[in-house]
């Protein structure tokens, strides 16, 4: 038997840094507002596994100078951040061994998150009223033009549960929207064809994090910094928290196809050919984002249209105006970074509200005074 909820004014399909930036915002601007959440946490792409008393990044680790967005909102949350490591030298790992370069040509001034990258989305949950989160609920359809108290608006199913709303947020990567959400009437085929090749960012890598006891590779003068040609890991680099703190490396093993995940024995051969025999790290741990169901439908590590990115057709809501898209695949500033999310959510919210602001005002019968169109314009 399905479950109807209360009638709100959107529906956020995804609580990752889009989905819960949009909400926030859309509820500051008196909206109501519910965030539908297929796993049992926030975050999406930012996700920070604790080790120790370290945050370590399994998802997102930076933040570059001029992503103001991202800046204002560490700022506003008070989230603590530091400076990428840069001194020291690089590393380049190729069949023969791995060879010093002089200084680091690897690592550009970036930021990190102290605390970990999700301290955005746990600081932008904590915002949102009781009630609007939903964990564990995944969206499987979407249909427009229904009837909801005497207006017409969308219902969004969640298996059993049934949301109703006058407009929807589809804060998840287009290729996922298409794959698991079934949309009626249909979103338009060349729109369903654009989201449908559109590549999840960073959804065929996988990412490796190795914890030491400390940062001896600083003590030998490098950065922590290495390129590969021969892998598994491409691309390394320092992880360490504030001042060498809760010591640590990452990598990144690029896109492969359908192969297997690496295992912990390969990361350890390829720091000990890097770094030295005596490179026993603590613990390794190994987040192939391929197998995260809820990022990368399947195939995604094929999908190469980067082009897509930001596309026209993202920039403007679908199905009547009612279905917008919001995750960092579809901005126009930034893709794939958290600031793109951050812009695709901002554009999303400023439609939905120039949308309200010219509606004629229909106020279902059970609606609390309060929450009429008039007093939902935003401030
Ligand atoms: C390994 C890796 C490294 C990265 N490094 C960086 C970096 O250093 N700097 C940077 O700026 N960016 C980086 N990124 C990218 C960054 O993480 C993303 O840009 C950002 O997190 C995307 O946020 P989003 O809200 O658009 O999407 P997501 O974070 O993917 O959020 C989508 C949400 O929708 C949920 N969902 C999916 N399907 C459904 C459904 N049917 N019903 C309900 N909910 C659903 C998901 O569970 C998820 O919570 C990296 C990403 C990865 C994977």
């Not at 792409?45 to 399994?58: H, P, T, W, Y």
């Not at 399947?298 to 990115?309: D, K, S, V, W």
Request: net charge negative; charged share 15%.
């Amino acid at each position: 038997m399905s479950e109807s909820k209360p009638p709100s004014d959107v529906v956020v399909v995804g609580a990752g840094i889009a989905g819960l930036a949009a909400a926030v915002e859309l509820i500051s601007r008196g909206m109501s507002v519910v965030v539908v959440e297929s796993r049992d946490r926030v975050g999406g792409r930012l996700l920070s596994a604790n080790s120790g008393e370290a945050s370590l990044d399994l998802g997102a680790t930076w933040f570059w100078p001029g992503e103001d967005r991202v800046a204002r909102l560490v700022a506003r949350l008070g989230v603590n951040v530091h400076g990428q490591y840069l001194d020291g030298d690089a590393l380049f790992h190729t069949p023969a061994g791995a060879q010093r370069i002089d200084g680091n040509p690897l690592d550009g001034p970036s930021f990190r998150f102290s605390d970990g990258a999700d301290s955005l989305t746990t600081g932008l949950a904590a915002l949102m009223p009781a009630g609007t989160l939903h964990l564990n609920t995944q969206v499987d359809a979407v249909a427009v033009g229904v009837t909801i108290g005497g207006s017409v608006g969308v219902e969004v199913q969640a298996g059993e549960l049934r949301f109703e709303a006058q407009h929807v947020v589809l804060a998840l990567p287009p290729a996922l929207a298409v794959h698991s959400i079934h949309f009626e009437p249909s979103l338009p085929d060349r729109l369903a064809g654009l989201a449908r090749v559109t590549p999840v960012w960073m959804g065929g890598t996988t990412k490796v994090v190795a914890r030491f006891q400390h940062p001896f590779w600083r003590e030998e003068g490098l950065s922590g910094s290495a390129m590969s040609h021969v892998g598994p890991m491409r691309e390394l680099h320092d992880m360490c928290g504030p001042d060498g703190s809760h010591a640590a490396i990452f990598g990144f093993v690029p896109a492969s196809g359908g192969g297997p995940t690496i295992t912990e024995a390969e990361v350890c051969q390829q720091l000990r050919e890097l770094f030295g025999p005596q490179c026993e790290p603590i613990d390794v741990i190994i987040c192939d984002w391929r197998t995260e169901s809820a990022t990368s439908p399947p195939g995604a590590e094929n999908l190469t249209a980067y082009q897509t990115y930001g596309h026209e057709l993202f920039q403007t809501p679908a199905l009547d105006g009612r279905v917008h898209w919001a995750s960092t695949e579809t901005s126009q500033e930034n893709p794939g970074h958290i600031e793109g999310a951050l812009a695709a959510a901002e554009r999303a919210v400023d439609a939905i509200a120039s949308s309200v602001a010219t509606a004629s005002p229909v106020v279902p019968p059970h609606a609390p005074l309060a929450e009429s169109p008039t007093e939902r314009e935003p401030s």
